[in-house]
Antibody, heavy 117, light 107 residues
Framework: EVQLVESGGGLVQPGGSLRLSCAASGFTFSSYDMHWVRQATGKGLEWVSAIGTAGDPYYPGSVKGRFTISRENAKNSLYLQMNSLRAGDTAVYYC???????????WGQGTLVTVSS | AIRITQSPSSLSASTGDRVTITCRASQGISSYLAWYQQKPGKAPKLLIYAASTLQSGVPSRFSGSGSGTDFTLTISCLQSEDFATYYCQQYYSYPLTFGGGTKVEIK
């Protein structure tokens, strides 16, 4: 059974940093692209970053230069280092698996990040 | 970035109704479109990928169609467990982008 468990969320001040982790199990982690997707309360889904099997990262303009995605295949773990956090980054952050066909087929339950003074 | 316009943003329907949700991409994305269902407090669930391929375990009352710029999700006979918010997403190119969502509510 595919499982994705996020951790590391919490309250952080504007301008601060936070590192999210995602522990994956139930599949060959190194063989799949991985994603972070976020959702502010009452709002829609926003893709935050992706990392390919070769470690190639992708970001939208809204987080590029502030967020860094990485993976540690030996530990079946995905990470998101978030710097220079803003109030607009407040959201539930989901770890998700990239499907072979290219969509996103499994999602974790999410971890809440709150950026506030 | 490719913009995805999803409509309607909400709809009211009754159990047994046929429901249609549409997404339009700002440029052609071939069939690189997925549909997700999300219930309150839960993670999204993949329903359809490649515009029309049903994810394993998803009931056959869900169907998808379209290619290029215009896409449709149809629920042929709405069940009580289908009341949720639905999102489309393009994965033709980065950055991946989602539609704004359609909330399906009980009439």
């Amino acid at each position: 059974e595919v499982q994705l468990v996020e951790s590391g969320g919490g309250l952080v001040q504007p301008g601060g940093s936070l590192r999210l982790s995602c522990a994956a199990s139930g599949f060959t982690f190194s063989s799949y692209d991985m994603h972070w997707v976020r959702q502010a309360t009452g709002k829609g889904l926003e893709w935050v970053s992706a990392i390919g099997t070769a470690g190639d990262p992708y970001y939208p303009g809204s987080v590029k230069g502030r967020f860094t995605i990485s993976r540690e295949n030996a530990k079946n773990s995905l990470y998101l280092q978030m710097n220079s956090l803003r109030a607009g980054d407040t959201a539930v952050y989901y770890c998700a698996r990239g499907a072979v066909a290219g969509s996103i087929d499994y999602w974790g339950q999410g971890t809440l990040v709150t950026v506030s003074s | 970035a490719i913009r995805i316009t999803q409509s309607p943003s909400s709809l009211s329907a009754s159990t047994g109704d046929r429901v249609t949700i549409t997404c339009r991409a700002s440029q052609g994305i071939s069939s690189y479109l997925a549909w997700y269902q999300q219930k309150p407090g839960k993670a999204p669930k993949l329903l359809i990928y490649a515009a029309s391929t049903l994810q394993s375990g998803v009931p056959s009352r869900f169907s998808g169609s379209g290619s290029g710029t215009d896409f449709t999700l149809t629920i042929s006979c709405l069940q009580s467990e289908d009341f949720a918010t639905y999102y489309c997403q393009q994965y033709y190119s980065y950055p991946l982008t989602f539609g704004g969502g359609t909330k399906v509510e009980i009439k």
